[in-house]
């Protein structure tokens, strides 16, 4: 059995984390912590745990006691927060899956603008494998840290991905429309803004978002070239989930695009993987079909110069803890669908 950790059980994606875990038939959870008042017994922060789960929740990280119980530790921590651990955790020979934005980027300028603060783990910041499955699979499979991708970029790297590659679209002109449910701003965030949030329906920090460099980051790795876009999110009155709208233009004029529909392209390039659903034509995302789930549905619709790409995914899930357990079990060779079907 593979003894884990969770730093940070009481958040969204902790607590997602934790549900997944309990259903992992190779996974023994062996230590918690998070940021709470005192330390108490699991079931009591969730009564519903009473009789599955029998351990004590930390009120702050004890990296000691964390390395001797855990060989692997999910850091589900505010951005700016698992820098302060992940070195002494890989020091000891720790694997580390970090949900929060901390090793995401390659360009520290780039993290300190976005961020706001100096990251102070230089050694470690360019180490972090990038944890998107469908695209870095093999690099997953021998990580010792993983960077577990933001919720945003999920969807939008997977709803781009093929057209990208095959260099199909004019990179000057991408326009990302996402909107997502008020999870993805964390718990605090939520019950401070509770009255804003609910009925009502906004965008916010349009192009300045701090999932912006990572998304034209994975963009300009897939081109092989810079690639800047246009980036509006939106919250959405509703507890979970993520659905983007992607504008793009063909690099060359419709008479000179090869015949292969965008449509055919996706269902190819996502034939083998387990968790990208291509809808058939016609047929668009919605959100009362991924959530819930680690799935991230595609749907597409081909103009003659234009393409329009719909993808929505749980941001909880496949945007997150979901995910960050799909990187697990790559990591350890066990079967990838394993606790997230």
């Given at each position: 059995?593979?003894?884990?950790?969770?730093?940070?059980?009481?958040?969204?994606?902790?607590?997602?984390?934790?549900?997944?875990?309990?259903?992992?038939?190779?996974?023994?959870?062996?230590?918690?912590?998070?940021?709470?008042?005192?330390?108490?017994?699991?079931?009591?922060?969730?009564?519903?745990?009473?009789?599955?789960?029998?351990?004590?929740?930390?009120?702050?990280?004890?990296?000691?006691?964390?390395?001797?119980?855990?060989?692997?530790l999910f850091l589900a921590l505010p951005h700016?927060?698992?820098?302060?651990?992940?070195?002494?955790?890989?020091?000891?020979?720790?694997?580390?899956?970090?949900?929060?934005?901390?090793?995401?980027?390659?360009?520290?300028?780039?993290?300190?603008?976005?961020?706001?603060?100096?990251?102070?783990?230089r050694l470690n910041f360019k180490k972090g494998?990038?944890?998107?499955?469908?695209?870095?699979?093999?690099?997953?499979?021998?990580?010792?840290?993983?960077?577990?991708?933001?919720?945003?970029?999920?969807?939008?790297?997977?709803?781009?991905?093929?057209?990208?590659?095959?260099?199909?679209?004019?990179?000057?002109?991408?326009?990302?429309?996402?909107?997502?449910?008020?999870?993805?701003?964390?718990?605090?965030?939520?019950?401070?803004?509770?009255?804003?949030?609910?009925?009502?329906?906004?965008?916010?920090?349009?192009?300045?978002?701090?999932?912006?460099?990572?998304?034209?980051?994975?963009?300009?790795?897939?081109?092989?070239?810079?690639?800047?876009?246009?980036?509006?999110?939106?919250?959405?009155?509703?507890?979970?989930?993520?659905?983007?709208?992607?504008?793009?233009?063909?690099?060359?004029?419709?008479?000179?695009?090869?015949?292969?529909?965008?449509?055919?392209?996706?269902?190819?390039?996502?034939?083998?993987?387990?968790?990208?659903?291509?809808?058939?034509?016609?047929?668009?995302?919605?959100?009362?079909?991924?959530?819930?789930?680690?799935?991230?549905?595609?749907?597409?619709?081909?103009?003659?110069?234009?393409?329009?790409?719909?993808?929505?995914?749980?941001?909880?899930?496949?945007?997150?803890?979901?995910?960050?357990?799909?990187?697990?079990?790559?990591?350890?060779?066990?079967?990838?669908?394993?606790?997230?079907?």
């Amino acid at each position: 059995m593979l003894k884990v950790g969770i730093i940070g059980v009481t958040g969204y994606a902790g607590e997602a984390l934790l549900d997944i875990l309990l259903k992992h038939p190779q996974v023994k959870i062996t230590y918690l912590a998070a940021k709470i008042d005192k330390i108490e017994n699991i079931d009591e922060i969730y009564p519903a745990l009473k009789g599955k789960l029998d351990l004590i929740c930390d009120n702050q990280l004890d990296t000691d006691k964390a390395k001797n119980l855990c060989e692997l530790l999910f850091l589900a921590l505010p951005h700016t927060v698992s820098m302060q651990f992940v070195p002494r955790l890989l020091a000891a020979g720790k694997k580390v899956i970090d949900l929060s934005a901390d090793y995401r980027l390659k360009d520290t300028k780039t993290y300190e603008q976005f961020y706001k603060v100096k990251h102070t783990d230089r050694l470690n910041f360019k180490k972090g494998v990038y944890g998107l499955p469908e695209i870095y699979r093999a690099k997953i499979k021998t990580a010792r840290l993983v960077a577990n991708p933001g919720c945003y970029p999920t969807a939008a790297i997977l709803a781009l991905a093929p057209l990208l590659e095959q260099k199909l679209i004019n990179t000057d002109e991408i326009i990302i429309d996402a909107k997502s449910g008020f999870s993805g701003a964390g718990r605090e965030t939520v019950a401070k803004q509770e009255k804003e949030i609910l009925n009502n329906f906004k965008a916010y920090k349009l192009n300045i978002h701090q999932h912006m460099p990572e998304i034209e980051q994975e963009f300009s790795y897939l081109y092989g070239k810079k690639i800047k876009v246009i980036f509006v999110p939106h919250i959405l009155p509703i507890e979970k989930g993520i659905l983007e709208t992607i504008y793009v233009r063909k690099s060359r004029p419709a008479a000179q695009t090869p015949s292969r529909p965008a449509l055919d392209l996706y269902k190819k390039f996502y034939a083998k993987e387990a968790f990208v659903r291509i809808l058939a034509e016609g047929k668009f995302p919605q959100l009362k079909d991924v959530v819930g789930t680690n799935y991230c549905d595609i749907g597409i619709k081909e103009e003659a110069d234009t393409v329009i790409i719909i993808a929505a995914i749980d941001n909880l899930l496949k945007g997150a803890s979901g995910q960050a357990v799909q990187n697990m079990n790559i990591m350890y060779g066990f079967p990838e669908e394993t606790a997230l079907r």
